[in-house]
Every structure is written in C-alpha cells, then in structure tokens.
Nanobody
C-alpha cells in the first residue's frame, strides 16, 4: 500500500519561496507516476506538476511554469516541489499523489482523478 506524507507548507509573503517535500513508501521507486496538486477554497483540485520517477520531462501547469520545479530522489523515496516567486493565487492546500502508469500516460495532461494514492495535504498561504 502506497503511503504519502507531505511537509514544508507554511506562510510566506508574495515573491517568496517554499519547498514542499513528500515522503513516499510502498511503491517501485524507479517506475511510478507522482505529482503535486492543489486545492484552494471554493475551487476544484488542480494539477500543479507531475513527474515520472523513471525519467522524462515533468509536466507543469501553465500557471506555475518557470516558477515551480518538481523533482524526486528515488534513493530516498522523496518527492519535492520548489516554489519560487509565489503569489497570493498560489494559496491552497497542496497534495502529493501517486499512481502506477507508463511514462506517456503519466506525463500527458495528468488529472487528479487518475491518482489513487494521496497524502493528507499541507497548507501554503501567500500574503500580498
């Protein structure tokens, strides 16, 4: 059973940075689809960034391209999200999620409903 645990959320002023981390277990580290998603109050959960642990170019939502970087450390079973140039629009609960998938299925317009394993979420608040 895949288990995911996020950490690193918090409050920051606009223009600041945060790094989220997700500790994972129960999956094959070298061939798994993992991603970050977020949900703001009153809004649907949206995809932020997705990565295939076996390699390939990550997927990013247009709203975070150039500001956020997703990465993974397979040896440590960790997933990260470096968030720079944060704006109040980035305020949300951020979730780590995973699913078994081929690289193509993983990185082609990934949607949250495709993911079956979820962490409990971590709050990110950006003030203006």
């Amino acid at each position: 059973q895949v288990q995911l645990q996020e950490s690193g959320g918090g409050s920051v002023q606009a223009g600041g940075s945060l790094r989220l981390a997700c500790a994972a277990s129960g999956y094959t580290a070298s061939s798994y689809c993992m991603g970050w998603f977020r949900q703001a109050p009153g809004k649907e959960r949206e995809t932020v960034a997705v990565i295939y642990t076996g390699g390939g170019s990550p997927y990013y939502a247009d709203s975070v391209k150039g500001r956020f970087t997703i990465s993974r450390d397979n040896a440590k079973n960790m997933l990260y999200l470096q968030m720079n140039s944060l704006t109040p629009d980035d305020t949300a609960i951020y979730y780590c999620a995973g699913r078994p998938a081929t690289p193509r299925a993983c990185l082609s317009a990934p949607m949250s409903h495709e993911f079956g394993a979820w962490g409990q979420g971590t709050q990110v608040t950006v003030s203006s």
